[in-house]
Protein backbone atom coordinates (compact mmCIF):
# COMPACT_ATOMS: atom_id res chain seq x y z
CA UNK A 1 0.00 0.00 0.00
CA UNK A 2 1.17 3.47 -0.89
CA UNK A 3 1.79 6.37 1.55
CA UNK A 4 -0.88 8.56 -0.09
CA UNK A 5 -3.62 5.43 0.80
CA UNK A 6 -3.28 6.28 4.42
CA UNK A 7 -2.18 9.62 5.26
CA UNK A 8 -3.01 13.14 4.23
CA UNK A 9 -0.25 13.25 2.00
CA UNK A 10 0.28 15.50 -1.12
CA UNK A 11 3.05 14.31 -3.37
CA UNK A 12 3.97 15.30 -7.24
CA UNK A 13 2.45 11.95 -8.43
CA UNK A 14 -1.21 12.17 -6.34
CA UNK A 15 -4.02 14.59 -6.74
CA UNK A 16 -4.29 16.90 -4.22
CA UNK A 17 -6.81 16.61 -1.55
CA UNK A 18 -8.69 19.79 -1.41
CA UNK A 19 -10.97 20.43 1.54
CA UNK A 20 -13.50 23.05 3.73
CA UNK A 21 -10.76 23.49 6.18
CA UNK A 22 -7.22 23.16 5.93
CA UNK A 23 -6.57 21.82 9.27
CA UNK A 24 -9.91 20.30 10.00
CA UNK A 25 -11.08 18.32 7.62
CA UNK A 26 -7.92 17.28 5.81
CA UNK A 27 -6.24 16.00 9.31
CA UNK A 28 -9.04 15.12 10.91
CA UNK A 29 -9.52 12.49 8.09
CA UNK A 30 -6.03 11.48 8.47
CA UNK A 31 -6.80 10.83 11.99
CA UNK A 32 -9.39 8.71 11.07
CA UNK A 33 -7.72 6.28 8.55
CA UNK A 34 -5.00 6.10 10.72
CA UNK A 35 -6.96 5.28 14.40
CA UNK A 36 -7.10 1.23 14.71
CA UNK A 37 -10.61 0.00 15.82
CA UNK A 38 -10.74 -0.86 19.59
CA UNK A 39 -12.95 -3.37 20.97
CA UNK A 40 -14.80 -2.01 24.01
CA UNK A 41 -12.98 -2.22 27.46
CA UNK A 42 -9.93 -3.44 26.19
CA UNK A 43 -7.80 -0.05 25.94
CA UNK A 44 -4.64 0.41 28.26
CA UNK A 45 -3.22 3.08 29.88
CA UNK A 46 -0.93 3.52 27.25
CA UNK A 47 -3.38 3.52 24.96
CA UNK A 48 -5.58 6.14 26.72
CA UNK A 49 -2.22 8.64 26.84
CA UNK A 50 -1.45 8.07 23.12
CA UNK A 51 -5.11 8.97 22.57
CA UNK A 52 -4.94 12.04 24.59
CA UNK A 53 -1.37 13.42 22.99
CA UNK A 54 -3.06 12.88 19.07
CA UNK A 55 -5.76 14.72 20.27
CA UNK A 56 -4.04 17.32 21.91
CA UNK A 57 -1.40 17.48 18.79
CA UNK A 58 -4.77 17.81 16.20
CA UNK A 59 -5.90 20.63 18.20
CA UNK A 60 -2.93 21.82 18.19
CA UNK A 61 -2.84 22.11 14.17
CA UNK A 62 -6.16 22.84 13.92
CA UNK A 63 -6.44 25.95 15.79
CA UNK A 64 -3.42 28.14 14.44
CA UNK A 65 -3.99 30.26 11.56
CA UNK A 66 -7.17 29.19 10.34
CA UNK A 67 -8.14 33.02 9.26
CA UNK A 68 -5.77 33.71 7.28
CA UNK A 69 -5.62 34.67 3.35
CA UNK A 70 -3.69 31.80 1.38
CA UNK A 71 -2.83 33.91 -1.09
CA UNK A 72 -0.40 36.07 0.53
CA UNK A 73 2.78 33.88 -0.54
CA UNK A 74 3.79 31.52 -2.96
CA UNK A 75 6.81 28.92 -2.85
CA UNK A 76 9.18 27.27 -5.49
CA UNK A 77 11.31 24.54 -4.35
CA UNK A 78 14.59 24.83 -5.78
CA UNK A 79 15.71 21.24 -4.91
CA UNK A 80 18.23 20.45 -2.02
CA UNK A 81 16.76 22.53 0.63
CA UNK A 82 16.42 25.99 -1.33
CA UNK A 83 13.41 27.87 -1.45
CA UNK A 84 11.99 31.09 -3.51
CA UNK A 85 9.17 32.72 -1.73
CA UNK A 86 7.50 35.26 -3.21
CA UNK A 87 5.33 37.51 -1.31
CA UNK A 88 3.74 40.27 -3.65
CA UNK A 89 6.01 41.18 -6.06
CA UNK A 90 9.18 41.27 -3.18
CA UNK A 91 11.06 37.82 -3.49
CA UNK A 92 12.84 35.87 -0.83
CA UNK A 93 15.50 33.08 -1.61
CA UNK A 94 16.55 30.43 1.17
CA UNK A 95 20.51 28.38 0.60
CA UNK A 96 19.79 28.96 -3.42
CA UNK A 97 21.62 26.05 -5.13
CA UNK A 98 21.19 25.83 -8.94
CA UNK A 99 23.86 25.15 -10.61
CA UNK A 100 24.11 21.76 -9.26
CA UNK A 101 27.80 20.74 -10.65
CA UNK A 102 29.21 17.23 -9.89
CA UNK A 103 31.91 16.28 -7.61
CA UNK A 104 31.49 12.27 -7.26
CA UNK A 105 29.38 12.82 -3.84
CA UNK A 106 26.91 10.37 -5.41
CA UNK A 107 29.09 7.44 -7.51
CA UNK A 108 31.48 6.87 -4.23
CA UNK A 109 34.14 9.31 -6.16
CA UNK A 110 33.87 12.43 -4.16
CA UNK A 111 36.43 15.18 -4.83
CA UNK A 112 36.74 17.68 -2.45
CA UNK A 113 39.30 19.60 -4.77
CA UNK A 114 36.35 20.02 -7.27
CA UNK A 115 35.89 23.69 -8.49
CA UNK A 116 33.38 26.06 -7.39
CA UNK A 117 31.35 27.14 -10.84
CA UNK A 118 28.51 28.90 -11.19
CA UNK A 119 26.04 28.94 -14.57
CA UNK A 120 24.28 32.46 -14.63
CA UNK A 121 21.66 31.06 -17.03
CA UNK A 122 20.54 28.77 -15.05
CA UNK A 123 20.28 30.77 -11.54
CA UNK A 124 18.81 33.21 -13.84
CA UNK A 125 16.15 31.35 -14.84
CA UNK A 126 14.76 30.41 -11.35
CA UNK A 127 15.44 33.23 -8.55
CA UNK A 128 13.55 36.23 -10.15
CA UNK A 129 14.53 39.51 -8.96
CA UNK A 130 15.56 38.67 -4.91
CA UNK A 131 15.73 41.59 -2.27
CA UNK A 132 16.86 39.28 0.71
CA UNK A 133 18.96 35.78 0.55
CA UNK A 134 19.02 33.84 3.62
CA UNK A 135 21.86 31.21 4.35
CA UNK A 136 21.62 28.40 6.85
CA UNK A 137 25.45 27.18 6.56
CA UNK A 138 28.26 27.62 4.06
CA UNK A 139 28.97 23.92 2.31
CA UNK A 140 28.79 24.49 -1.20
CA UNK A 141 25.66 22.64 -2.04
CA UNK A 142 24.25 25.70 -0.10
CA UNK A 143 26.11 28.63 -0.49
CA UNK A 144 28.05 27.93 -3.89
CA UNK A 145 25.46 30.23 -6.06
CA UNK A 146 24.97 33.01 -3.42
CA UNK A 147 27.73 34.98 -4.21
CA UNK A 148 26.60 35.49 -7.93
CA UNK A 149 23.45 35.91 -6.80
CA UNK A 150 24.47 38.71 -4.50
CA UNK A 151 26.87 40.93 -6.85
CA UNK A 152 24.36 40.57 -9.76
CA UNK A 153 20.93 41.75 -7.82
CA UNK A 154 22.16 43.14 -4.93
CA UNK A 155 20.00 41.40 -2.69
CA UNK A 156 20.89 41.26 0.92
CA UNK A 157 22.28 38.34 2.27
CA UNK A 158 21.72 36.92 6.26
CA UNK A 159 24.07 34.20 7.29
CA UNK A 160 26.74 33.17 10.02
CA UNK A 161 30.34 35.15 10.93
CA UNK A 162 31.80 32.02 8.52
CA UNK A 163 29.07 33.36 5.00
CA UNK A 164 29.89 37.00 5.54
CA UNK A 165 34.16 36.21 5.23
CA UNK A 166 33.48 33.43 2.73
CA UNK A 167 30.92 35.84 0.64
CA UNK A 168 33.45 39.10 1.30
CA UNK A 169 36.29 36.64 -0.45
CA UNK A 170 34.29 36.24 -3.32
CA UNK A 171 33.85 39.64 -3.86
CA UNK A 172 29.98 40.35 -2.35
CA UNK A 173 29.71 43.71 -0.59
CA UNK A 174 30.38 43.86 3.20
CA UNK A 175 27.43 45.92 3.45
CA UNK A 176 24.84 43.53 1.94
CA UNK A 177 25.71 41.18 4.82
CA UNK A 178 23.85 40.78 8.19
CA UNK A 179 26.08 38.59 10.54
CA UNK A 180 23.38 36.85 12.99
CA UNK A 181 24.37 34.01 15.37
CA UNK A 182 20.76 32.79 15.69
CA UNK A 183 17.40 34.70 18.17
CA UNK A 184 17.66 37.48 15.84
CA UNK A 185 13.46 38.93 15.19
CA UNK A 186 14.66 40.88 11.97
CA UNK A 187 11.60 42.95 10.13
CA UNK A 188 12.50 43.43 6.35
CA UNK A 189 8.90 45.48 5.78
CA UNK A 190 6.67 43.31 6.24
CA UNK A 191 8.52 40.39 6.13
CA UNK A 192 9.64 39.18 9.61
CA UNK A 193 12.66 36.70 9.28
CA UNK A 194 13.89 34.89 13.09
CA UNK A 195 16.82 33.20 13.27
CA UNK A 196 17.18 29.90 14.95
CA UNK A 197 20.53 28.60 16.15
CA UNK A 198 21.10 25.12 14.75
CA UNK A 199 23.18 22.20 13.93
CA UNK A 200 24.59 20.59 11.05
CA UNK A 201 23.14 16.47 9.93
CA UNK A 202 26.00 13.94 11.31
CA UNK A 203 27.41 10.68 9.23
CA UNK A 204 26.99 7.45 11.47
CA UNK A 205 29.95 7.76 13.52
CA UNK A 206 27.55 11.17 14.56
CA UNK A 207 30.56 13.40 12.83
CA UNK A 208 29.97 16.53 11.15
CA UNK A 209 31.24 16.82 7.26
CA UNK A 210 33.06 19.17 6.29
CA UNK A 211 33.45 21.22 9.68
CA UNK A 212 35.21 24.48 10.40
CA UNK A 213 34.23 28.03 11.36
CA UNK A 214 36.03 31.41 10.28
CA UNK A 215 36.72 34.11 12.41
CA UNK A 216 39.03 36.30 9.76
CA UNK A 217 39.00 36.45 5.71
CA UNK A 218 40.33 33.51 4.03
CA UNK A 219 44.01 33.08 3.48
CA UNK A 220 42.75 32.84 -0.90
CA UNK A 221 40.12 33.51 -2.19
CA UNK A 222 37.61 30.00 -2.30
CA UNK A 223 38.41 28.52 -5.43
CA UNK A 224 37.09 24.54 -4.70
CA UNK A 225 34.14 23.12 -2.81
CA UNK A 226 36.72 22.12 0.05
CA UNK A 227 37.27 25.68 0.90
CA UNK A 228 33.44 25.89 2.05
CA UNK A 229 33.37 24.84 5.67
CA UNK A 230 30.34 24.87 7.38
CA UNK A 231 30.86 27.76 9.62
CA UNK A 232 27.42 26.71 11.91
CA UNK A 233 24.44 25.89 10.77
CA UNK A 234 21.09 27.90 11.48
CA UNK A 235 17.25 27.72 10.97
CA UNK A 236 15.01 30.50 10.03
CA UNK A 237 11.25 31.30 10.10
CA UNK A 238 9.61 33.28 7.85
CA UNK A 239 6.05 34.82 8.21
CA UNK A 240 4.76 36.97 5.61
CA UNK A 241 3.02 39.80 6.62
CA UNK A 242 0.93 39.75 9.92
CA UNK A 243 -1.24 37.14 9.27
CA UNK A 244 0.81 35.12 7.66
CA UNK A 245 2.00 31.81 6.40
CA UNK A 246 4.72 31.41 8.89
CA UNK A 247 7.53 28.87 7.44
CA UNK A 248 9.99 27.04 9.55
CA UNK A 249 12.81 26.79 6.91
CA UNK A 250 15.95 23.49 7.54
CA UNK A 251 19.40 23.47 5.83
CA UNK A 252 20.30 20.35 7.47
CA UNK A 253 18.95 17.50 9.12
CA UNK A 254 19.43 18.27 13.15
CA UNK A 255 18.52 21.20 15.06
CA UNK A 256 18.30 22.74 18.50
CA UNK A 257 15.31 21.14 20.97
CA UNK A 258 15.22 23.85 22.54
CA UNK A 259 15.77 26.65 19.95
CA UNK A 260 13.17 25.69 18.11
CA UNK A 261 10.42 25.67 21.23
CA UNK A 262 7.25 28.61 20.56
CA UNK A 263 7.99 28.67 17.06
CA UNK A 264 4.59 27.36 15.92
CA UNK A 265 4.60 27.63 12.40
CA UNK A 266 2.47 26.78 9.65
CA UNK A 267 4.54 25.38 7.25
CA UNK A 268 7.71 23.17 8.00
CA UNK A 269 10.30 22.59 5.60
CA UNK A 270 12.12 19.70 7.66
CA UNK A 271 15.62 18.12 5.85
CA UNK A 272 15.40 14.36 5.45
CA UNK A 273 17.90 12.44 7.76
CA UNK A 274 20.28 10.18 5.62
CA UNK A 275 20.45 8.02 8.80
CA UNK A 276 19.66 7.80 13.04
CA UNK A 277 22.79 9.88 14.56
CA UNK A 278 20.65 12.31 15.79
CA UNK A 279 18.03 10.45 18.66
CA UNK A 280 14.59 10.43 17.25
CA UNK A 281 14.61 12.93 15.10
CA UNK A 282 10.75 12.89 13.48
CA UNK A 283 9.00 13.29 16.61
CA UNK A 284 10.79 15.23 18.97
CA UNK A 285 10.90 18.11 16.41
CA UNK A 286 7.39 18.05 15.37
CA UNK A 287 6.52 18.23 18.84
CA UNK A 288 9.18 20.80 19.54
CA UNK A 289 7.24 23.09 16.42
CA UNK A 290 3.54 21.82 18.09
CA UNK A 291 3.04 19.90 14.90
CA UNK A 292 3.18 22.00 12.18
CA UNK A 293 -0.20 22.25 9.87
CA UNK A 294 2.06 20.87 6.78
CA UNK A 295 5.42 19.67 6.55
CA UNK A 296 7.59 19.36 3.46
CA UNK A 297 10.39 16.98 3.16
CA UNK A 298 13.48 18.57 1.56
CA UNK A 299 17.29 17.38 1.10
CA UNK A 300 15.94 14.23 -0.26
CA UNK A 301 17.38 14.67 -3.98
CA UNK A 302 20.05 14.50 -5.86
CA UNK A 303 21.68 17.79 -6.09
CA UNK A 304 24.09 16.92 -8.64
CA UNK A 305 20.91 16.37 -11.46
CA UNK A 306 20.40 19.07 -13.56
CA UNK A 307 17.17 21.15 -12.08
CA UNK A 308 15.05 20.63 -15.02
CA UNK A 309 12.86 17.56 -15.07
CA UNK A 310 12.03 15.72 -11.95
CA UNK A 311 13.74 15.23 -8.57
CA UNK A 312 16.35 11.60 -8.92
CA UNK A 313 15.86 10.55 -5.22
CA UNK A 314 19.36 10.24 -3.20
CA UNK A 315 19.92 7.04 -2.45
CA UNK A 316 20.75 7.30 0.84
CA UNK A 317 17.64 9.06 1.66
CA UNK A 318 14.86 7.04 3.10
CA UNK A 319 12.08 9.57 2.10
CA UNK A 320 9.12 6.16 2.79
CA UNK A 321 10.77 6.30 6.80
CA UNK A 322 10.35 10.10 6.77
CA UNK A 323 7.16 9.98 5.43
CA UNK A 324 5.96 6.88 7.55
CA UNK A 325 7.21 8.35 10.96
CA UNK A 326 5.53 11.90 10.47
CA UNK A 327 2.66 9.94 10.01
CA UNK A 328 2.84 8.61 13.07
CA UNK A 329 4.14 11.26 15.52
CA UNK A 330 1.59 13.88 14.26
CA UNK A 331 -1.08 12.03 12.14
CA UNK A 332 -3.19 15.88 11.63
CA UNK A 333 -0.63 17.18 9.97
CA UNK A 334 -0.30 17.23 5.70
CA UNK A 335 2.82 16.19 4.29
CA UNK A 336 3.39 17.58 0.66
CA UNK A 337 6.43 15.80 -1.33
CA UNK A 338 7.60 18.98 -3.67
CA UNK A 339 9.06 18.97 -7.12
CA UNK A 340 10.73 21.40 -8.96
CA UNK A 341 7.65 22.17 -11.58
CA UNK A 342 5.24 23.53 -9.33
CA UNK A 343 4.51 26.99 -7.83
CA UNK A 344 2.56 26.47 -4.43
CA UNK A 345 0.09 28.60 -2.35
CA UNK A 346 0.74 29.93 1.08
CA UNK A 347 -1.39 26.10 1.86
CA UNK A 348 1.30 24.23 -0.36
CA UNK A 349 -1.06 23.74 -2.98
CA UNK A 350 -0.13 23.77 -6.52
CA UNK A 351 -0.98 27.12 -7.95
CA UNK A 352 -2.36 27.90 -11.36
CA UNK A 353 1.77 28.45 -12.58
CA UNK A 354 3.85 25.34 -13.76
CA UNK A 355 6.68 26.40 -14.51
CA UNK A 356 7.70 23.54 -16.58
CA UNK A 357 4.86 21.28 -18.07
CA UNK A 358 7.57 18.52 -19.00
CA UNK A 359 6.64 14.70 -18.04
CA UNK A 360 7.75 12.70 -15.25
CA UNK A 361 7.52 12.83 -11.30
CA UNK A 362 8.89 10.45 -8.87
CA UNK A 363 7.60 6.82 -9.25
CA UNK A 364 6.73 7.58 -13.18
CA UNK A 365 8.43 5.32 -15.45
CA UNK A 366 11.71 6.54 -16.11
CA UNK A 367 12.08 8.49 -13.02
CA UNK A 368 13.82 6.82 -9.93
CA UNK A 369 11.37 5.91 -7.20
CA UNK A 370 12.16 5.25 -3.54
CA UNK A 371 14.82 3.51 -2.00
Same mark, same amino acid.
Given at each position: ???? *???? $??? /???? %????? #??? !?? @? &???????????????????????????????????????????????????????????????????? *???? $??? /???? %????? #??? !?? @? &???????????????????????????????????????????????????????????????????????????????????????????????????????????????????????????????????????????????????????????????????????????????????????????????????????????????????????????????????????????????????????????????
Amino acid at each position: MTHQ *DTRA $TDR /PDAP %FRRGL #DRR !TV @L &RGAALGAATPLIPAGTATAATATTATATATATAATAARGSGRATGSASWRWLGTAGWRIDVGDRTVLF *DPYL $TRF /PTGL %FDGAF #DPG !TR @L &RTRPEVVAAHIGRPELVLVSHSHWDHLGDVPHIARTTGAHVVGTETTYHLLVALGVDAGQISVVKGGEVLDFGGITVEVVPSLHSRNKKCAYFAPGTLNAPPATTPSSIADLPEGDTLAFQVTAGDSGPSAFLMGASDFSERAVRGLRPDLAMIAVPAGTATHRYVPRLLRALDHPGVVVPVHWDNFEVPLSGSPVRDPSMDLEAFLTQVEKASPATRTVVPDYRTVYDGDMRPGSDRRDKGPGTPGSPGVPGPR
